[in-house]
């Protein structure tokens, strides 16, 4: 396909074109094909939700153990955790009908991802009709983004279905104010900070979006979606002194500052990452985001580009990328992290600019060949989250569940590793955490780094000894944590030469996401 590049003085040229002429039968097959194939996307896409075969992870696993505490406990938890509440709520309910085992828990993200479906499709028909809904949904449904965190369990798919709706409820306010729409803004506002603040930059972003379209217009009636805005703050305001004590005492130590290429690579991730299909799959979403903006359609094989931009995805573009900008600056200015799973705030309107950016190709063979192409890389950059090595909790657990002797000691270092680890070990042994002696099942971030630090490793080593008495220790280590140096390293050691049988039962295995090791020390 040629681009072309016009100047705007004179008479420009047409900007549509006489469709295709077909047969009334062939084109009625054409249309049931379609159909299918969306439908079969939908179902694939549907399928990927549920599948992976990884034990959870740290943050899933913490996630787990935290919303499975009676509910008058869980906003203290979440002090020691730094996350808001709403979705520990909800699994908290899920885990009491359904059970905490893997599976259960992912589930409901994979129905929060699902039900994110739809509302796609409704916000691509308001942004473009039926074509760019059409796009949107098969380009969400085939996400490998939105399947790797539709089989977590964590906020993120939730993250994104309250975006969506947020999105669709601001657009309604905006073209037909009505009480029902603001309180559609309000609630979608409201729900979105008790979930991640991540959404502080998104809110952010849209609310100086309205400010200045206000100020142009000089309407005061345009700020009734900034007041719905505010009233959704009000949501918040209950948990405010918590957020606060987290913001001074929790943040990410493990996380380093961030620089501008983190935002680069973020659609690199939303396209799935490092794979060959992830990678051609970038190309399309920056192609594609490209002609959603600058792009004009002029005939078959001719797409104009102007660098006014155009206003059907203006906003959701800036709004898209301010999110992205404000969480690195704040990322930045806190010492805080930018990890790409928090951007699912902003993901799905990047998969609705995508989708308009189909518009400019006015041949449906050209527009249905790029959709399919995208599908197809999509669905390839997936699949391999099906049995994705997350952590490597299971063959220490595993391990452990097999040769460990009730009253055996088990020690973790650092404490991260003990919340995937501990839901899997059956054998009744006294687990311990690096550097508090806490039990396993939790991590307390709470002034993390200052206390890693000041931490040492030979009273541990020693504890450890004397609690084992004539049982075994286990290690549970990985080297390199950040904030405690080579500490677990050296804890290796100090056991060493408490009890010099030392055995290396499982090697730490880099290929995995979370990768640790496991060492038996026998009894003198």
Known sequence: MATSLRRRGGTERARTTTPLTTAPGRSDRRAVALTVAVAVVVVVGVALRFLTSSHLWLDEALTVNIAKLPLSRIPAALRHDGSPPLYYLLLHWWIAAFGAGDIAVRALSAVLAIATLPLIWLGGQRLGGRRVAVAALVLLASSPFASRFATEARMYSLLGLLAVAGYLCLQRLIDRPSLGSAAGVAVASGLLLLTHYWSIYLLATVALMILVRARRRRDRGALLPLAAMAAGGLLFVPWLADFAYQVTHTGTPWAGVPTFKAVIDTVRSWAGGGGDAGELLNLIFVALAVL??????????????????????????????????????????????????????????????????????????????????????????????????????????????????????????????????????????????????APPEFVDWVDYAQRNRAATTAPFAQMLDQRAGPRRVWLVWSPNYKTFGSKCSTMIDRLHLLRPQMTRVVKVKPKYEEHMGLVRYDPR
């Open 292 to 437: 959603a903006v600058f792009g004009l359609a002029v005939d078959r094989r001719h797409v104009d580009l102007d660098l006014r931009t155009r206003p059907g995805v203006r906003r959701l573009i800036i709004a898209c990328i301010g999110t992205l900008l404000l969480g690195l600056l704040a990322a930045d200015a806190l010492r805080s992290a930018y990890v790409v799973r928090y951007t699912s705030v902003a993901f799905p309107l990047f998969i609705l600019v995508a989708a308009f950016g189909t518009l400019v190709f006015v041949d449906n063979r050209v527009r249905i060949g790029v959709l399919a192409l995208a599908v197809l890389l999509g669905f390839c950059a997936a699949v391999p989250n099906i049995g994705n090595r997350r952590t490597q909790a299971g063959l220490v657990a595993a391990a452990l569940n097999r040769y460990a002797t009730p009253g055996d000691v088990v020690g973790y270092c650092p404490d991260q590793l003990g919340p995937a680890v501990s839901r899997l070990v059956s054998v009744p042994v006294t687990q311990l955490t690096f550097p508090r002696a």
